[in-house]
């Protein structure tokens, strides 16, 4: 553990000097803004804020995991020269790659919400996005390593990397609706509530916007989802299915680089 | 020119590196097969061999980086079986020094001092050898080429280790830094050190090597003293016997250095590998 935490002390270091991060904070930070002040209020800007956490947080970790790890690849060996086990460089290189990001993701969006009063006009519903958004950064920085670590051309990997991207963002809610209208003779509930479970975006959508009572942005799955589970459950369920899904690819991507060969 | 430190921990104590039986597999691809060696202490082993022959795979597999599928590496009595701590016995220097770009030098040698638990001070005889000093405090985007190799360099050779793997250590070097790491390699080697390095500039090479380990399509073709291999394929040069056994496709293992391994003491630096 002292290990990992030197790791972390150094590649946190590293990672904050690089100019990508303060690129994420800030296009956070015009986002909170730009849709506080389109919208006129918190309230009315958070659904629109939500999706854009949505589709962007994913991206950026998976591209950000992916490609700092394979450029990190020579560097890997080096360390691994060193009197350094497996285990704690890994969990090293995870966190100090998932801790700046989730930081600057707080940040981003947290002090705009924070000096624009969303903490006090809609303090579940921030607390709720914030948390959300920290999580997916942890299921899909995990990913991003999964890829890395998986595949072993760079190129390829970020290939990869896009598809698992558009698959979990776009092509999933188009599939999971498709097999609804194809089977829409059929009592779906407990398939659909699958649907979701397997699906850490529409997961994290469903904390943030049951929250927000916005039923109709729900995409179908969501909305069996909240009526299966209904409010705090609901949230509860979906925060221990995120953290399942931040944990499965996690174990994954830590035996991927035990076992691996440089 | 530099004032040798003596080893750390229990400096006595030279390191013997065996590879027995080993085979390994990348997909269709046999890399390395039977391959039986052994680098002496306080010899320099040159590992040749054409391209894809398994030289880095080899050394990798001393550093625990690539796992054998058959067969077993060891330095002294300590297999290399995944425990990290046998690497504080090792110096390497990788080919490609692709450290992170927003490091300093300083920042880099306190990183692996800290990950080493290294109380220092450290050997930076290199750093003045190379007149490096001015250098150490800027972000590694900003060195050149030649700077970086020299950075690499020192960093293998900071923490007095009795085991060093140079992965082409004069690639990118200019005559006088090459020089400068040749005579420093031949001073490791002289202390006692075992070095183990590859490289594809055979005249470099020849200056600073005593045995040869020769792979070709995985297997071990020759393994013995240089002055044996030249005078066992008649030729002046390490290029030409090279050259020669790679068109010749020979196996030439010389009883040289397995004859010395088998006549070495049981345990020789066991004591020191921890």
């Known amino acids: ?81 060193h009197p350094v086990g497996r285990k704690d460089l890994f969990r090293g290189l995870y966190l100090g790659l998932t801790l700046p990001l989730a930081g600057m993701f707080l940040l981003g969006v947290g002090l705009p919400m924070a000096l624009l009063g969303g903490v006090q006009q809609a303090p579940a519903s921030v607390a709720l996005l914030l948390t959300s958004g920290v999580l997916l950064t942890a299921v899909f920085t995990a990913l991003g390593s999964v890829v890395a670590f998986s595949v072993g051309d760079s190129a390829r990997g970020l290939a990869t990397a896009l598809v698992i991207w558009l698959a979990v963002t776009l092509v999933y809610d188009g599939v999971v609706l498709l097999a609804s209208h194809t089977l829409a003779a059929y009592p779906l509930e407990r398939p659909m509530l699958a649907a979701m479970v397997l699906n850490p975006v529409d997961l994290a959508r469903v904390m943030v916007l049951m929250a927000l009572d916005a039923s109709a942005l729900l995409g179908y799955t969501g909305a069996v989802f909240q009526d299966f589970f209904g409010g705090r459950w609901g949230v509860a369920g979906a925060a221990f299915s995120l953290a399942v899904w931040v944990a499965l690819p996690y174990g994954l991507a830590l035996r991927r680089f035990h076992r691996m060969d440089f | 020119m530099t004032e040798m430190r003596p080893f750390r ?76 701590e046998y690497r504080r016995d090792i110096g390497y220097m990788p080919q490609l020094p692709r450290f992170p770009e927003n490091l300093t030098g300083w920042e880099l040698t306190a990183m692996l001092d800290d990950l080493r638990d290294f109380q220092g001070p450290g050997d930076e005889t290199l750093l003045d050898a190379f007149a490096l000093r001015e250098e150490m405090d800027k972000p590694f985007r900003t060195l050149s080429g030649g700077n970086r190799q020299k950075l690499n360099a020192s960093l293998a050779l900071r923490y007095g280790a009795r085991v060093l793997v140079l992965d082409e250590p004069t690639a990118g070097l200019d005559p006088v830094a090459a020089r400068v790491l040749k005579e420093r390699v031949r001073a490791e080697r002289d202390r006692g050190c075992t070095v183990l390095l590859t490289s594809h500039e055979l005249g470099q090479l020849e200056a600073m090597a005593d045995d040869v380990v020769f792979l070709l399509e995985g297997r071990v073709r020759f393994e013995g003293e240089l002055v044996e291999l030249l005078t066992a394929t008649g030729h002046e040069d390490l290029e030409g016997a090279i050259a020669s056994l790679i068109q010749e496709g020979r196996t030439l293992i010389t009883p040289g250095a397995l004859a010395a391994d088998r006549a070495a003491p049981a345990g020789a630096g066991a004591a020191g590998v921890a």
């Open chain 1, 1 to 81: 553990m002292r290990a990992t935490l030197k790791v972390l002390h150094y590649e946190v270091r590293n990672v904050l000097r690089g100019k990508v991060l303060l690129g994420y904070g800030v296009f956070f930070v015009a986002a909170t803004l730009g849709l506080v002040r389109l919208g006129g209020s918190v309230e009315r800007a958070l659904p629109s804020l939500a999706n854009i956490v949505l589709l962007a947080v994913p991206l950026v970790s998976l591209l950000v995991s992916t490609v700092f790890l394979y450029d990190r690849r020579a560097f890997t060996e080096l360390l691994l020269s």
């Open chain 2, 9 to 84: 921990d229990l400096g006595e104590h030279p390191v013997w590196v065996r590879a027995q039986g080993i085979r390994k597999r990348f997909g269709p691809l046999q890399v390395l097969q039977d391959v039986d060696v052994c680098f002496r202490p306080g010899r320099v082993t040159a590992v040749l061999g054409p391209n894809g022959a398994g030289k880095t795979t080899l050394l990798k597999m001393i550093l625990g980086l690539v796992r054998p599928d058959e067969g077993t590496v060891t330095l002294g009595d300590r297999p290399v079986n995944g425990e990290a």
